[in-house]
């Protein structure tokens, strides 16, 4: 008779199943391939709790129910009678080891769509033709722009990989939504130098003083808001002049939680200008500990804090940057044009490539995958900025 291995807590594994010597558990199966592939979790089940340190996830054996229900519909090779929300769902479930946050994003997506009537029809009936009337009466009824090109980009990308898959034969989502829908989405801009300088002066000036070094902070770094809030004490380097960008704070599922950064390129050292310099220094000398009860999957000491020692999150900043505004907007007749944490992100890339800052420099600072982003998103330019340049190159000819 076999012996039933079992996990650490004496309790029987299954056929596939691995406990690892740090407690993490494995699961092997071979996929449609022939490959052997692996799924892990720090639990077994869903009510076990992970290890302390570490992020929650999901449980093995639901990761396991989901590898076996996208097998079996492989296996069945009818694909193209299951619906769109099916497809979808097999979709997301053979992503089994993306980021939380990210799988988050994708369920956002999905209960979307299951409002939606079009999502039921079988997939072997949806052509090019319905899948743009789609969007358009969805664009009729109100729905933004932006999140209807996240669709199109998801479902696009769905039906890529059943092709790549020879799982389906077209992919009726392959058109551009520009074309049938107009895109109105605001192109964000950064501020201008009078902007920045009156919306820091009044901060300066104003009962917001005490948010100043923070925002200062965001100004001239370009961090993304969620790894400003994730800033620890271990990341700031002042003896080697840097700031060490490896984590970030992700809300999802209704809680913070420490996730990695988001991009590729995204982990980097930023490094600490005299200014940024003597802003840090205000900030360590006012820095107090936070206990354990305030940490974030197991980090503490974050920089930036509220009065009761808990972790300022993005929606923290998000409505202190709309307080302000509206504020300065209050009492000045030169008013100060939106600005969230995102915008300072904007501006200090914009400024960096006004000073002569090479493109593949900016790109580093700033975390991105490609140049192109950091070109095509995050810098304008306009009748001023080229006015100044062309005084500056030809005033003395």
Not at 161 to 172: A, L, Q, R, T
């Amino acid at each position: 008779m076999s012996v039933k291995r079992r996990d650490k807590k004496n309790r029987i594994l299954h056929d596939g199943e691995s406990q690892r010597a740090d407690g993490r558990y494995a699961y092997k199966y071979i996929d449609i391939d022939g490959k052997p592939k692996f799924v892990y979790s720090w639990k077994l089940i869903d009510t076990d709790t992970v290890p302390q340190g570490k992020r929650d996830c999901v449980a093995l054996r639901t990761q396991e129910a989901k590898v076996q229900k996208r097998l079996d519909m492989l296996m069945l090779n009818d694909i193209g009678k299951k619906n769109l929300i099916d497809c979808y769902e097999y979709y997301i479930d053979s992503k089994a080891n993306i980021k939380e946050s990210t799988r988050c994003q994708y369920e956002f997506v999905l209960s979307s769509l299951k409002k939606e009537d079009f999502c039921y029809l079988p997939i072997k009936d949806i052509t090019t033709a319905r899948a743009k009337q789609w969007f358009v009466s969805m664009s009729m009824a109100g729905k933004k722009y932006s999140n209807l090109n996240r669709f199109k980009a998801q479902l696009s990308a769905m039906f890529k990989s059943f092709i790549e898959n020879e799982m389906v034969s077209k992919n009726p989502f392959n058109f551009q939504l520009s074309k049938i829908i107009k895109d109105d989405t605001v192109q964000r801009t950064g501020l201008t130098l009078d902007e920045e300088q009156r919306f820091l002066d009044y901060i300066l000036n104003s009962r917001y003083r005490k948010y100043y070094d923070a925002i200062y902070l965001m100004l001239h770094t370009g961090l993304r808001l969620g790894e400003f809030c994730g800033l620890t004490l271990e990341d700031i380097n002042m003896e080697k002049g840097y700031i060490s960008v490896n984590h970030q704070i992700s809300y999802y599922r209704k809680k913070p939680h420490i996730s990695s950064v988001k991009t590729s390129n995204g982990k980097r050292m930023i490094p600490i200008t005299d200014d940024v310099r003597e802003c840090l220094i205000r900030v360590m000398k006012n820095y107090r500990e936070t206990d354990d009860k305030h940490a974030i999957d197991g980090v503490t000491n974050f920089l930036f804090i509220n009065k009761n020692g808990r972790p300022l999150v993005n929606n923290d900043w998000q409505s202190r940057f709309s307080n302000i505004v509206k504020n300065y907007n209050d009492k000045h007749s030169n008013k100060l044009p939106k600005i969230t944490p995102h915008i300072l992100r904007h501006t200090y890339c914009s400024n960096l490539i006004a000073k002569g800052v090479s493109v593949k420099t900016v790109q580093y600072l700033m975390g991105h995958n490609n140049a192109q982003t950091t070109l095509n998103i995050y810098t304008h330019i306009n009748y001023k900025d080229v006015e100044n340049e062309i005084e500056s190159k030809f005033s003395n000819v």
